[in-house]
């Protein structure tokens, strides 16, 4: 090979690094030389990204892009970009100059919070009425219709007219619910 190493004695070698590779062959005190130069194509440089989490509703659009480079995704569809909208493992096989490289990706939804204050309602002048959006693991928003920020606990006490909106959210997931307190 190019660093003059020796290779062995056999007919044949099995090569796996680029380099120029000589070979001597002697027979009956005759010898006769030849070399080959190879080179290793890198192929496709793809990325699909990690395996990730989305939000229902949410769709992720998987870029393969590499010039010169022809696709084939799990479903058989050929463009270098893929639109997810469902949960799964997704792979797709980039071929260029005889070489070929393949990448996935496993997406999962995550489920939104569910988030229920109740009815619109009305109340007597003196009565209050306590909001509750508990949810396991949840941070909270919550918003009076004067866009103020109501703090963020699971539950607030309500004793003024208006309309009450919190936002929910869970695994980056997020709901919203209001209810108007006449």
């Given at each position: 090979?190019?660093?003059?190493?020796?290779?062995?004695?056999?007919?044949?070698?099995?090569?796996?690094?680029?380099?120029?590779?000589?070979?001597?062959?002697?027979?009956?005190?005759?010898?006769?030389?030849?070399?080959?130069?190879?080179?290793?194509?890198?192929?496709p440089l793809i990325s699909l990204g990690n395996d990730t989490s989305l939000c229902f509703g949410e769709t992720l659009l998987l870029n393969a892009t590499t010039p010169n480079a022809t696709y084939l995704w799990q479903d058989g569809s050929t463009?270098?970009?893929?639109?997810?909208?469902?949960?799964?493992?997704?792979?797709?096989?980039?071929?260029?100059?005889?070489?070929?490289?393949?990448?996935?990706?496993?997406?999962?939804y995550n489920a939104d919070p569910i988030v229920a204050l109740g009815n619109d309602t009305t109340l007597c002048i003196g009565e209050s009425l306590i909001l509750n959006a508990t949810t396991t693991n949840a941070?909270?928003?919550w918003q009076n219709n004067s866009?103020?920020?109501?703090?963020?606990?699971?539950?607030?006490?309500?004793?003024q007219p208006g309309t009450y909106l919190v936002s929910v959210t869970v695994n980056n997931c997020t709901t919203i619910d209001s209810i108007t307190i006449n």
């Open positions: 090979n190019n660093s003059n190493t020796s290779l062995g004695g056999g007919a044949s070698i099995n090569i796996n690094q680029p380099g120029t590779y000589l070979v001597s062959v002697t027979v009956n005190n005759c010898t006769t030389i030849d070399s080959i130069t190879i080179n290793y194509d890198p192929g463009s270098s970009t893929f639109n997810v909208n469902q949960q799964g493992t997704f792979w797709v096989e980039a071929f260029e100059n005889n070489c070929t490289t393949t990448d996935s990706i496993t997406v999962s941070t909270y928003l866009n103020t920020s109501l703090g963020g606990g699971a539950s607030i006490n309500i004793n």
